[in-house]
């Protein structure tokens, strides 16, 4: 039991200590109470947001394509070699 309540107060101390280095949230002081560019920090974020949220929308739809091509392939390999053909020498 005194095993557990040691390693119970290491893993505590070990992750207060990495919260406390690593975890906090960094805050910049506005250089002269600068809003415009604290608002344009806040725009910036919003924009790399919805542009990740774009791209895991996006990834997915690639995805199910991949798997859709993956089936089909398996159902049908001589007409994927002819849409093979098509994809790799008819466009750029």
Same mark, same amino acid.
């Given at each position: 039991?005194?095993?557990?309540?040691?390693?119970?107060?290491?893993f505590g101390i070990t992750?207060?200590?990495?919260?406390?280095?690593f975890g906090k949230p960094r805050i910049e002081p506005?250089?002269?109470?600068?809003i415009q560019k604290a608002v344009m920090i /806040? @725009? +910036?974020?919003?924009?790399? /947001? @919805? +542009?990740?949220?774009?791209?895991?929308?996006?990834?997915?739809?690639?995805?199910r394509y991949e798997i859709a091509i993956a089936i089909y392939k398996d159902e049908n390999p001589k007409a994927m070699e002819k849409l093979?053909?098509?994809?790799?020498?008819q466009t750029e």
């Open positions: 039991m005194k095993q557990i309540r040691i390693f119970l107060f290491l992750f207060a200590l990495a919260y406390f280095f506005l250089e002269n109470g600068n /806040d @725009s +910036l974020t919003n924009v790399i /947001d @919805s +542009l990740k949220h774009e791209l895991y929308v996006t990834q997915t739809i690639v995805d093979e053909y098509i994809l790799y020498t």
